[in-house]
C-alpha cells in the first residue's frame, strides 16, 4: 500500500524502477454485490451516537469466508474526516462452533489500499487468497472478526485515503455496533477485543489502537491490544515535498495509485488548501482518477508517470501545507495504553522498512508498549502471514 513516491523519487530512484511492488496482494474488482444491502446513496436519518447498527444481512455466501460458521453485511454509525456523523458499512465474520464462555473475542480488521470509489468497497467484493488464509486463520483460532469498509467506500462522501484517525473511528465503531447484531445465543460476543491492519490498514489499526479507549467509552467494551504490518509512519515529512523539482523518475504504478489516492484524500479533507492551485492539468486528471479508479487498474493506468510533471509549484508553496499534511497522515507514536506488535518486512518496496524502524524508534523513545518482529525475506504482503507464528501466541496472551 503506500505512497513512497516521494521518498522514493527523492531517496531511492533506482531501487524504486528496479524493486518489484508487491501492494496490498489481489484486490478484487468488478461489480460490487452488496448482500442486498445498497446504501451507497443512503439518504435516510443517521443515529447522533457513533457505533449503531443501522442495518443487517447475511454476507452473500460468495464474499464468506470457508472459515466462517455465519457472516454478515452491516451498516452503522460513524463519524468522517470533516467531523460529521455519517455511514459506513463493513462485514462481520463468526467461527465456527459454539462461542465460549462470555462469547467470542473479537478482532477488529483494518484492510490495505483498494482504492477510494465505492465500487472498490471490500465488503462488496470476496476477499483475496491472502486475505482467506488471514482471516480465516483468526476464525480458526476462536476469535470472531469484523472488517469495516471504512467511512466513504459504499456510502455516500470521499473515503479519506490514509488518514488514520477517521478511518480508527470505523475500526471502533463497527465494534460497537457488531454487538448490537441480531445472533443466536451461541454466537454470542464478548467484550474482549483487538485490532490488526495491513499498510494503510496498518495506519488505520494503530490511529485506532491509539484512540480505541476513547472513542469506544462506555460502550461495555475491553480493548486489548493491536497487530501491525507494513506500517506507513512518518511519510507525511516526504510527501510535504513533492512539486515540479522532483528528480525526473518513472515510478512503478503501485506507488503513483498510492500518490493519487493521498493528494485526492486530502484535498477532500482539507478543501481550503486548494491543491489545484499548485497541480498541472496532468495532476488534476490524476486526483480525479484517483477518486474514481480500485487500485489494480490505477496502478496499470499510471505506471511510468513522472510525478514531478503533475505539479506547477511545490506543495510547500501552499500556506499551512506541511501541518495539515501531518494531521491527515499522522501514525502516532505516544498515547498508547495497551500493547502493540509491529511487524515488517525487510524486502517492503512499497513501505520500506525505515517507515516502520523509524516509528519503532519514536514509540520506544516515548516508553509505549510496544513489540517489533522484522522478516528479512518478506515484502510488504508476505509479511502478513509470516507474522502469523509470532502474532498469534501474542494475540492470545492479551485476549485471554
Same mark, same amino acid.
Given at each position: $500500500?503506500?505512497?513512497?513516491?516521494?521518498?522514493?523519487?527523492?531517496?531511492?530512484?533506482?531501487?524504486?524502477?528496479?524493486?518489484?511492488?508487491?501492494?496490498?496482494?489481489?484486490?478484487?474488482?468488478?461489480?460490487?454485490?452488496?448482500?442486498?444491502?445498497?446504501?451507497?446513496?443512503?439518504?435516510? +436519518?443517521?443515529?447522533?451516537?457513533?457505533?449503531?447498527?443501522?442495518?443487517?444481512?447475511?454476507?452473500?455466501?460468495?464474499?464468506?469466508?470457508?472459515?466462517?460458521?455465519?457472516?454478515?453485511?452491516?451498516?452503522?454509525?460513524?463519524?468522517?474526516?470533516?467531523?460529521? $456523523?455519517?455511514?459506513?458499512?463493513?462485514?462481520?465474520?463468526? +467461527?465456527?462452533?459454539?462461542? +465460549?464462555?462470555?462469547?467470542?473475542?473479537?478482532?477488529?480488521?483494518?484492510?490495505?489500499?483498494?482504492? $477510494?470509489?465505492?465500487?472498490?468497497?471490500?465488503?462488496?467484493?470476496?476477499?483475496?487468497?491472502?486475505?482467506?488464509?488471514?482471516?480465516?486463520?483468526?476464525?480458526?483460532?476462536?476469535?470472531?472478526?469484523?472488517?469495516?469498509?471504512?467511512?466513504?467506500?459504499?456510502? +455516500?462522501?470521499? $473515503?479519506?485515503?490514509?488518514?488514520?484517525?477517521?478511518?480508527?473511528?470505523?475500526?471502533?465503531?463497527?465494534?460497537v455496533a457488531a454487538r448490537q447484531l441480531q445472533l443466536p445465543a451461541e454466537a454470542e460476543l464478548s467484550k474482549r477485543w483487538a485490532i490488526i491492519g495491513q499498510s494503510q490498514g496498518a495506519a488505520a489499526a494503530l490511529n485506532g489502537a491509539r484512540y480505541a479507549t476513547e472513542f469506544s467509552r462506555g460502550r461495555g467494551l475491553d480493548y486489548r491490544g493491536v497487530v501491525a504490518t507494513g506500517i506507513p509512519a512518518n511519510l507525511e515529512n516526504l510527501y510535504q515535498l513533492m512539486g515540479p523539482a522532483m528528480p525526473p523518475v518513472a515510478l512503478p504504478g503501485s506507488l503513483n495509485a498510492y500518490t493519487a489516492y493521498i493528494l485526492a484524500g486530502l484535498n477532500n479533507t482539507r478543501p481550503d488548501l486548494r491543491l489545484e492551485r499548485v497541480m498541472t492539468p496532468l495532476g488534476k486528471k490524476r486526483m480525479s482518477q484517483g477518486l474514481a479508479t480500485c487500485y489494480p487498474v490505477l496502478k496499470q493506468q499510471l505506471a511510468g508517470d513522472d510525478v514531478k510533471t503533475w505539479f506547477t509549484a511545490p506543495l510547500l508553496s501552499i500556506p499551512g501545507l506541511s501541518e495539515a499534511m501531518r494531521q491527515y497522515m499522522l501514525t502516532p507514536y505516544r498515547g498508547y495504553d495497551r500493547p502493540i506488535f509491529l511487524g515488517q518486512g525487510l524486502r517492503d518496496v512499497d513501505v520500506p522498512a525505515p517507515s516502520a524502524l523509524s516509528l519503532y524508534a519514536q514509540m520506544k523513545a516515548n516508553n509505549q508498549p510496544v513489540t517489533l518482529h522484522v522478516y528479512p525475506e518478506d515484502d510488504h504482503s508476505s509479511a502478513v502471514l509470516a507474522s502469523m507464528p509470532d502474532s498469534t501466541p501474542w494475540l492470545a496472551r492479551i485476549l485471554r
Open positions: $500500500m503506500l505512497a513512497l513516491a516521494s521518498a522514493l523519487a527523492i531517496a531511492l530512484p533506482t531501487a524504486a524502477v528496479a524493486a518489484p511492488a508487491h501492494a496490498d496482494d489481489v484486490v478484487s474488482i468488478g461489480i460490487p454485490d452488496w448482500s442486498g444491502l445498497d446504501v451507497t446513496d443512503y439518504a435516510g +436519518p443517521i443515529p447522533a451516537k457513533a457505533g449503531t447498527l443501522m442495518a443487517q444481512v447475511p454476507l452473500s455466501s460468495s464474499l464468506t469466508l470457508p472459515a466462517a460458521g455465519s457472516a454478515y453485511r452491516v451498516q452503522f454509525s460513524s463519524e468522517n474526516q470533516h467531523g460529521k $456523523m455519517a455511514t459506513s458499512t463493513g462485514a462481520v465474520f463468526l +467461527p465456527k462452533g459454539k462461542a +465460549p464462555a462470555g462469547g467470542w473475542p473479537v478482532i477488529s480488521w483494518a484492510h490495505g489500499t483498494v482504492g $477510494m470509489a465505492d465500487e472498490c468497497t471490500p465488503s462488496a467484493h470476496p476477499r483475496s487468497d491472502r486475505d482467506v488464509t488471514y482471516l480465516g486463520h483468526w476464525l480458526d483460532q476462536g476469535y470472531a472478526v469484523v472488517a469495516a469498509d471504512y467511512v466513504g467506500l459504499g456510502t +455516500p462522501g470521499v $473515503m479519506a485515503y490514509l488518514n488514520g484517525k477517521t478511518a480508527a473511528h470505523s475500526i471502533v465503531d463497527i465494534t
